[in-house]
């Protein structure tokens, strides 16, 4: 017995020395110990402990590709991209390799629907909302990261889905107005899509992304525990405070809450397993079965179509033709319009009128609605005057705008409530149509243009339909946040 | 973290009664210097994004024999990079071309990329012969050869015959012109190319001036 007690104040010794030097022990309460959460957790909280347990798996993971890996365009002996023969080397002659790139590829499609099942928490129990707003906007920069790292690294194994999907998205960049052309040549490094854009993308892939998410995710957590976890009720556990400051609803996250993201991890892991095991291809949407053919920059596979969790901006992208642009113009006026009402304020108003009219020579030039010959035309560093802006540029301006639309709730929600579980019916079916468009989208943007839904249903217009529900989501949010007749929340949280 | 208030010799007042400004002209001018140096530095990183030398001189003209292309066929060739198709295109395929017509974005050409001598429906040198650069101008995949003209291609009943993007389905004539609303904006472009013979053809390189 004595001895055990040597050892255990031999133990708190050293931590002591380590406590003078680092603070470990403040940090390990300040973090785990004594991080009060609300005690009403549910499903819904799993998807952050999953957020960074996926995070680890793709750096592990990383690494021990890269090992094997060659970042190189040209051909080898055999007439094949060496790029994409050491990933065949991986895949067949690297014992263990083909696990190891199962789990990094399955872990990109499982990191994304973590992620977009813990935005979804954030959109159900209005988790962006005051004094959240920074946790919020970290986890948008983690999201816009995550979206390049999954661009970048789709490259790399250079099938033809890699080279044709750089080369799409790339050249997105060249619909800017003037700098456009020179943009998407500085971006490639090159021409065309060659050695010197798998280079540099497998530098971003490999360092340079990942250190910014990294430091995003730190500070994510940190913003996150200096205000503290929201919970499914959307009322602050900190306003309720015992004799010792701590929140009545509040339980220490470990062991209450490391213990519950342990069962989490074990029942995401079995399902990660079993497709890492089982279908690592994820039925073509993980990994697509173009990508097994080599690059070949001479001809476009018949059916090319980005990885699905890209596919619901792919598709507002694909929505915004000349034929939409009247709806989409429609849609700006009645928000800068009812913007214009609602806001006395002489230089708003002024703002709203300038977007109207803006998006209006924008969209149509000076013409009626683009249907008409511009009235007269002048050429500007290859802007025509009196066609306003290609569709293309709304196309690319659309899918960069559509994510970025999310960093704007935090002002858009204007609800007197947070949680879903006390707002009105108004919101719950905006909510709904907005999820509900959202996978449409999604499984239109995997589809080839010309899809019918049953082979009836065209989908076109479906995309159309999706996109505009899309964007009033959050144009009119303020409008019918106010509108809905939500219940009172309670004081504490309700916890059976 | 922690919220001890130390010290500061002078308290409060210290900043304005005993500054240093020489110091402090110093510490500015520095700063200044120093971040003069810090955004030359930057440059050459930047520059370092732009294409190489050796990417840029990468784009010598390609010579193609064309002597065994068959009516109604087409053929490929690499030239910086990029795919560039030479269709010999037969009878019908030229009468397709006036049929498109009413259906282009621009029939005339009017905004496209093409060397000067290069005019008219045909868009090429020699009508039998058209040249282009098969990379679509919406985002730049390389659309498929559909010549089989109406309800059979799967295109529609008026389909003239010419080329279907896969990646956004632009539509494109034999002549390499756009469709109307589609989301390519232009017609396909022409690279400087001249025949060094009957069934010689250079591409990337023209006499005539571009
Ligand atoms: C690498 C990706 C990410 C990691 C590792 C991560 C990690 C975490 C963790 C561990 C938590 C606390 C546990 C939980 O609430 O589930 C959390 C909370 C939160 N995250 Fe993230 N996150 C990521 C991405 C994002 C993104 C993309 C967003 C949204 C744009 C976001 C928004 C939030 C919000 C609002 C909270 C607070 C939720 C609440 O208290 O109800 N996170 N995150
Ligand atoms: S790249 Fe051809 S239609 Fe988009």
Redesign the pocket.
Known sequence: MSQINALVDKGKEVLGWVDERFPLSSLYKEHLAEYYAPKNFNFWYFFGSLALLVLVNQIVTGIFLVMHYKPDASMNGAGIPVAFASVEYIMRDVPGGSFIRYLHSTGASAFFIVVYLHMFRGLLYGSYRKPRELVWLFGMGIFLCLMGEAFFGYLLPWGQMSGWGAQ?IV?LFSAVPVIGPDLSVFIRGDFVVSDATLNRFFAFHVIAIPLVLLGLVSAHLIALHEVGSNNPDGVEIKKKKDARGIPIDGIPFHPYYTVKDIFGVSIFLIIFAAVVFFAPEGGGYFLEFNNFVPYDPMK?PPHIAPVWYFTPFYSMLRATTSDFLPALWALVVVVAGLSFVSCKNVWVRRLCALVAVGTYWGFFGLTVFGKTPALFDFDLLGVHFGKGLDAKFWGVAMMGGSVLLFAFLPWLDQSPVKSIRYKGGLYKTILSLFVVSFILLGILGTKA?GYAFFGVIPGEPVAAVCTLIYLCFFAFMPWYSRLDKTKPEPERVTWK | MSNDKQDVPGGASFSCSCADTNRRQLLAATAVVGGAVGVGTAVPFVASFLPSERAKAAGAPVEVDISRLQPGEMMTVEWRGKPVWIVRRNKEMLESLKKSETMLADPGSSRSDQPSYIKGMARAIKDEYFVCVGI??????S?TAKFVPGAESGIGDDWPGGFL??????RFDLSGRVFKS???PDNLVIPPHTYLSDTRLIIGEDTKGA
């Open positions: 799409v050249n476009t243009p | 679509c101008t919406h985002l730049g995949c659309p993007c896969p990646c956004h389905g632009s589609m989301p390519a």
